[in-house]
């Protein structure tokens, strides 16, 4: 099982950034997909969701209306869209995988978001 993100990096003040997560080793399409952050010195927090067939979405208040997520199942490949972004938006963004309604869940590796001027 895995999964890879990617698109991380550093932009300025205002900027986007897309973040892909691509899975291998489980059946995706069972498999609600989530992205979370986590800044230094904080905990582990949950950014945005998505159901395994991609017909809801969910996001914290603090990135409504900026960020995106979405998911194309043939390709086994979530994504995160991220506009207008703050300072505070810097963190290392996980991809999460949780079975519809088994108990299996896993977990990326990473990838680090920084937004500075």
Not at 99 to 114: E, M, R, S
Request: proline fraction near 3%; glycine fraction near 12%; charged fraction near 15%.
């Amino acid at each position: 099982v895995q999964l890879v993100e990617s698109g991380g990096g550093l932009v300025q003040p205002g900027g986007s950034l897309r973040l892909s997560c691509t899975a291998s080793g489980f059946t995706f399409s069972n498999y609600r997909m989530s992205w979370y952050r986590q800044a230094p010195g904080k905990e582990r927090e949950l950014v945005a969701t998505i159901t395994s067939a991609g017909g809801s979405t969910n996001y914290a208040d603090s990135v409504k209306g900026r960020f995106t997520i979405s998911r194309d199942n043939p390709k086994n490949t979530v994504y995160l869209q991220m506009n207008i972004l703050k300072p505070e938006d810097t963190a290392v963004y996980f991809c999460h995988a949780a079975h519809k309604w088994a108990g299996f869940n896993y977990w990326g590796q990473g990838t680090q978001v920084t937004v500075s001027s």
